[in-house]
T-cell receptor, first 110, second 115 residues
Framework: SQQGEEDPQALSIQEGENATMNCSYK?????LQWYRQNSGRGLVHLIL?????REKHSGRLRVTLDTSKKSSSLLITASRAADTASYFC??????????FGQGTILTVHP | GAGVSQSPSNKVTEKGKDVELRCDPI?????LYWYRQSLGQGLEFLIY????????KSGLPSDRFSAERTGGSVSTLTIQRTQQEDSAVYLC?????????????FGPGTRLLVL
């Protein structure tokens, strides 16, 4: 079962622009994670934000979390063609079982 | 060091046949997860192994699906009497100890097509 919705489902931008993806979830959480997937294969962990955090940065990535609205956003600044991928949010059970959102397909045009 | 590996990369089979998918986790990782990614259902959890504990099989979609993990390392996911709806990418991941904040490292997946 999916944790919730991600929007937009697809996003197309030019290199240098910022990309923002949103994720909503249904249950209370301990943390929320973002993953990236290239070409429909293995996922790569990007960033984790805990439920008591509101914002977190990692390089060009900025993640926010609003537990009152059960939503999170991922911002990629100064996007590059190499950022083209699918991005998924996921919540984690006590033993790490991940429940994923539906994902956003990001295309960055050179 | 080496990451999570999976084999085969691609598998085409006929409806009704059995298939075995293999996962080699990162050495030293005690937690191993199987997920499935399909167009209709997105990314779904299938099964979780932690050390010598009984696995969490709550995500397996039917009794045609089974998995084992031998010696706390390599895992095999077996699908018996495959159906067309089993067509998907099967992803394996491992983490150091299975904690909720631990990074999971994913393999490249096995793309299964059932004709």
């Amino acid at each position: 079962s999916q944790q919730g919705e991600e929007d937009p489902q697809a996003l197309s931008i030019q290199e240098g622009e910022n990309a923002t993806m949103n994720c909503s979830y249904k249950t209370s959480i301990n943390n929320l994670q973002w993953y990236r997937q290239n070409s429909g294969r293995g996922l790569v962990h990007l960033i984790l934000i805990r439920s008591n955090e509101r914002e977190k940065h990692s390089g060009r990535l900025r993640v926010t979390l609003d537990t009152s609205k059960k939503s999170s956003s991922l911002l990629i600044t100064a996007s590059r063609a190499a950022d083209t991928a699918s991005y998924f949010c996921a919540t984690s059970s006590s033993y790490g079982k991940l429940t994923f959102g539906q994902g956003t397909i990001l295309t960055v045009h050179p | 060091g080496a990451g999570v590996s999976q084999s085969p990369s691609n598998k085409v089979t006929e409806k009704g046949k059995d298939v075995e998918l293999r996962c080699d986790p990162i050495s030293g990782h005690t937690a191993l997860y199987w997920y499935r990614q399909s167009l209709g259902q997105g990314l779904e959890f299938l099964i979780y192994f932690q050390g010598n504990s009984a696995p969490d099989k709550s995500g397996l979609p039917s009794d045609r699906f089974s998995a084992e993990r031998t010696g706390g390392s390599v895992s095999t996911l077996t699908i018996q009497r495959t159906q067309q709806e089993d067509s998907a990418v099967y992803l394996c991941a491992s983490s150091l100890a299975g904690g909720r904040e631990e990074t999971q490292y994913f393999g490249p997946g096995t793309r299964l097509l059932v004709l």
